[in-house]
Structures are given as C-alpha cells and as structure tokens.
C-alpha cells in the first residue's frame, strides 16, 4: 500500500475535548542502494536493495538506483534472504543498474526476481544470475516486465522457464539471456503461457540454454513470442533446440544457428499455432537421435508456416530414420516466398527421406524459392530434395536443383519423391540436376 508523505498534525477528541496536537513527519526512505548487503536492518546510512525495494513497493513512482563510488566497479549482490519482490500496483516500479554492472545472485538457494500481477515493472543494467526456482527462477512475472541492457544467466528451473517465466507481457531489448535451464518442461531460457501473454525481444542474443522443450524460447498455450533483430544459438533440447512454439511465434532479421535437438526440430518446433519468418537464416541446426530425427532447422506439425525472404542452410536430421534436414511439415500449410532450402542433410541409418523439405498430408506454396543441393542419406533414401506425401506442391518461379538421394540398398527421386496422391504443380520452374542411386534421378512418383 502507498504511503503519504510530508507533516500532519494529529488530534484526538472526546466528549468535545481536544488534544493539543502532535507533529508527524513521514519522510521518503532513500531508494539509493549504497551496499552490496542482503538483510533488513535498516542501518543509518545504508540502504540495500531490498530495502530499497520494499521502500519502492511502498512509495510509487520512485527509481532505485546505484551509488555511483560505491558501485564504482563491478559487483555482485548475493541474496540471503530469499527472492526480491516487485508488489506495487499502483504505479511504475523501475530498477536502474549502475554503469560499472552489478549481479543479483539468488546463489542457487531462491528466485531472484518475481513481478507481481498488475505490477508495472522496468529493470535495467542489471546481470541476474544464481535463481532456481520451479518456474521462473531468474524472474517470474505476472505484470509488465521490460528488461533493457540486462543479462540472465546461470539460473536453473526445475519445470519452466530457467531465465525468464512470464504469464502477462514482457518485453527484453538488447539483453542476453544465456547459460539457463529448465529440466523437466519447457523455455531453459524464456518461458511464456496464455493465450494472451505476449513476450517481445528486441536485439537480444538467447544462446547455451537448455530445456526438454523449447532450450531457448518455449512459447505455450497460445502466447505470442515476437523477436527482431535477434540471435537463437547453441540452445538444446528434447524438441525445439532453439525454440518451441505451440502459439504464434513471429520473427525478422534474426538467425536461428547451431541449436540441437533430440528428435524434432533442431532450430524450430510448433506443433500449433503459426511460425512466421521473415528475413531469418536458419542454419547449422541439428536434430540427432537414435531413433527418428525429424526437422533439423524446422519441425512443424498442425501450423500455418510462412517463411518470406528466408535461408534454411545447412541442417542436419540424424537417426535410424531421418525426416526432413531443412524442413520438417505434417498437416501443414508451408507458404515459401524468395527462400533457399539447400546443402541440408537427412541421414538415416535405415530411412531418409527428404533431404531439404519431408511434407506429409500437407500443402507447400514456393515462389521464387530454391531447394538445392540437400541429400538425403541412408540405407533407403528417398527425396534428396523434397518428399512429398499425399503433399501439394505448387511452385513458381523456382528451382529444385542438385539434390541427392543416395541409398546404400535403394536410393528414389534425387530431386522429388512423391506417392501416387501426391500434386506437383510447376510454373515456370525447374528441377534438374538431381541423383539418385537407383531411379527417377529428378522426379519418382
């Protein structure tokens, strides 16, 4: 609850007798944190950050902010009693880090930040590092978060969300968000649930987290992830290496690079929702099992995939099937407008099939789009460029060129594999080139 400041004079009455009044001053607390100390003693002349929030929760609208000569480098703050807690509704809560960066440590023993509902919340300059929690162990948030300068780091949950969870909308530019995890669910670095939560990065790099879904970003329960100008790297997981989206996930000018998962989608998995990608190269990404690998940049299952301006270079699916080394769809509609599908691989060790796109039950739209020198690699391997699948593919103005499909005992469709149910429409395109170990070098219906 807000508390007034300044001078009142209180009385009391009784039976129309009236006490001389008595003089009450509340004065502001300092909301300067002058000491790396975690504790509530209140000391003349000292203010830590918990006590400087807890004055913030209590007086609205007020900035914390850092000594300058006693954080004149570097420091760390390692909390002892427990999380920091942002509680005031009433007004913005805002915490503004020092020049020289200090760490707020939950030193492995608790959360560091939590956000409560209908907070207004804006952290900068702050590293957070050390939380473990089981949701949320470097910030949990229930309000609105901005995060701007900030790194999270180190923080272990043990379902959701390592670095970051958040029910509500947090918005990070220019942070880092790295070296986290979640063990059993999703988001070692972000984690985001409902239908109306919204998270937003801007210019920020989510790189080394770790998580059974989603090793970056975890987008759940319809929630919308909105990144630009980003970097996804040498994040892992069960599925989802980089990210794993069962909402809408919208990204621009981003790279989405050497993320590894287990089975599916070694950049990107959704199984719902929509991806949208623009002006994103996916490259380098991994899904390796030792059962069936499917989408080493992309597995998608039961979404709307729009890839505008796109590179999906150099990925990898790896098992003893292997389904898709750039793109990975079922049940799905895959809009391609100016995208390059090529050097992707599908190795299986008994079954690849689809070197650069496996489409299963599926409508595939190119324009203008490459699929070019993917192979796909295995005892049987079909599709080097493209397996089609009771699958639509209607191409304009592209290429499937250069593609392999080298099978050990049976090697189909270099460049196209397809069913008897399956709809090739070409417009202006070509696919030539292409190898196969056994038949239809360019197309095998």
Not at 70 to 95: H, M, N, P, R
Request: glycine fraction near 16%; proline fraction near 1%; hydrophobic fraction near 35%.
């Amino acid at each position: 609850m807000a508390h007034a400041l300044g001078t009142s004079v209180i009385t009391a009455s009784l039976y129309g007798v009236t006490s001389p009044g008595d003089v009450f001053t509340s004065v502001a607390p300092t909301f300067v944190v002058n000491t790396t100390a975690d504790d509530l003693s209140f000391t003349a002349g000292k203010t830590n950050l918990r006590e400087a929030i807890l004055a913030a929760n209590a007086y609205p609208g007020h900035t914390v902010t850092f000594d300058p000569a006693v954080f004149a480098t570097a420091k760390k703050i390692t909390l002892t009693l427990g999380q920091l807690e942002l509680s005031d509704a009433s007004g913005a809560e805002t915490i503004k880090g020092p020049k020289a960066g200090v760490t707020v440590s939950g030193d492995n023993a608790s959360r560091v930040f939590e956000v409560d509902a209908g907070v207004t919340a804006s952290l900068s300059g702050l590293t957070v590092s050390g939380g473990s929690a089981v949701k949320g162990a470097g910030l949990y948030n229930l309000g609105t978060l901005t995060l701007a300068g900030c790194t999270v780091s180190g923080n272990s949950a043990s379902v959701n969300g390592g670095g970051v969870y958040s029910r509500c909308t947090a918005t990070l530019t220019n942070c880092t968000v790295s070296g986290n995890s979640a063990s059993v669910d999703g988001g070692g670095g972000m984690s985001q649930f409902g239908g109306t939560s919204t998270m937003t990065l801007t210019n920020c790099t989510v790189s080394g987290n770790s998580a059974a879904y989603g090793g970056g970003v975890f987008t759940n329960g319809g929630a919308t992830t909105t990144l630009a100008n980003c970097t996804v790297s040498g994040n892992s997981a069960g599925v989802g290496g980089g990210l794993d989206n069962s909402g809408a996930l919208n990204a621009s000018n981003c790279t989405i690079g050497k993320n590894q998962a287990v089975s599916e989608g070694g950049g990107i998995a959704t199984t719902s929702g929509s991806v949208t990608l623009t002006n994103v190269t996916v490259n380098k990404n991994q899904a390796i099992s030792s059962a069936i690998a499917q989408g080493g940049a992309i597995y998608s299952a039961n979404t709307l995939v729009t890839l505008t301006n796109c590179t999906i270079n150099a990925n990898q699916a790896t098992g003893s099937t292997a389904q898709g080394g750039g793109i990975y769809a079922y049940e799905c509609t895959v809009d391609m407008q100016n995208v390059a599908v090529n050097a992707n691989e599908a190795d299986g060790t008994i079954l690849a099939q689809g070197g650069g796109i496996y489409a299963y039950q599926t409508t595939v739209d190119m324009r203008n789009s490459t699929v070019n020198g993917n192979q796909a690699n295995g005892a049987t391997a079909q599709g080097g460029g493209i397996h089609a699948y009771q699958t639509t593919v209607d191409m304009k103005n592209s290429t499937v060129n250069g593609n392999r499909a080298d099978g050990t005992v049976l090697g189909q469709g270099g460049g196209i594999y397809g069913d008897s149910t399956t709809v090739l429409i070409f417009m202006n395109s070509t696919v030539k080139g292409n190898k196969a170990t056994t038949s239809g070098n360019d197309i095998l219906l």
